[in-house]
């Protein structure tokens, strides 16, 4: 059993940035694979980030590539999302989730186990 929590959501203005973070209890992050999805009003939940076996692999959406980071804290069993640049369109309410067997494409909200609650970005232009 694992349980997630998100926080770090908030308003800022197109350009700004903002820290996700999520934590988790039950296993550690570093045993299964972390990932960030995101879900605007009207869509679909899509793929934002991802990150396995430790930190040693990363994985990022396009539109989240140069401007989004993911880490990971394993002392804090925490996963970190950095998100720099932000757009109008970066508008969504961020999932983490856990995917515990790590088989699965990171890609693929089907792949994962746990959800967390959400927290809602709100870019400005």
């Known amino acids: 059993q694992v349980q997630l929590v998100e926080s770090g959501g908030g308003l800022v203005q197109a350009g700004g940035s903002l820290r996700l973070s999520c934590a988790a209890s039950?296993?550690?992050?570093?045993?299964?694979?972390t990932g960030w999805f995101r879900q605007a009003p009207g869509k679909d939940r899509e793929f934002v980030a991802a990150i396995r076996e430790s930190a040693v692999y990363t994985y990022y959406a396009d539109s989240a590539k140069g401007r989004f980071t993911i880490s990971g804290d394993y002392a804090k069993n925490t996963v970190t999302l950095e998100m720099n640049s932000l757009k109008p369109e970066d508008t969504a309410v961020y999932y983490c989730a856990a995917d515990l067997d790590s088989s699965g494409s990171v890609r693929y909200t089907g792949s994962y186990d746990y959800w967390g609650q959400g927290t809602q970005v709100t870019v400005s232009s």
């Open positions: 039950g296993r550690t992050f570093s045993s299964y694979t």
